[in-house]
């Protein structure tokens, strides 16, 4: 199994960073954590969810609206993955979710609870 654990949100000014983290744990983190594309969605109020990155291996992807902003890194050692976030804008306000999906899975199957992440202007 895998258990996904978020940390980190809050609230921030408009231009500001915030760093947003996420444990994986349990047998199955343990073992084959390294076989799992992780990655990082969100969801605001009355919109649908959103693909912000992902990680798998050595490469990485990012949603249109975060790229050049937002940096996505995992810790195969530790079962972790952080999103980092700079020059947060007011739109960047929602619920951040860390999910992952094992090798071969084209849908994510692993979702930990979200991270509430407030931009101010």
């Known amino acids: 199994q895998v258990q996904l654990a978020e940390s980190g949100g809050g609230l921030v000014q408009a231009g500001g960073s915030l760093r947003v983290s996420c444990e994986a744990t349990?047998?199955?983190?343990?073992?084959?954590?390294?076989?799992?594309?992780v990655g990082w969605f969100r969801q605001a109020p009355g919109r649908e969810r959103e693909f912000i990155a992902s990680?798998?291996?050595?490469?990485?992807q990012y949603g249109d609206s975060v790229k050049g902003r937002f940096t996505i890194s995992r810790d195969d050692v530790k079962k972790t993955v952080s999103l980092q976030m700079n020059n947060l804008k007011p739109e960047d306000t929602a619920v951040y979710y860390c999910?992952?999906?094992?090798?071969?899975?084209?849908?994510?199957?692993?979702w930990g609870q979200g991270t509430r992440v407030t931009v101010s202007s």
């Open positions: 990680a798998y291996g050595g490469a990485r």
């Open positions: 349990g047998r199955t983190a343990l073992t084959h954590f390294t076989l799992y594309t």
């Open positions: 999910a992952a999906k094992p090798r071969g899975q084209s849908e994510y199957t692993n």
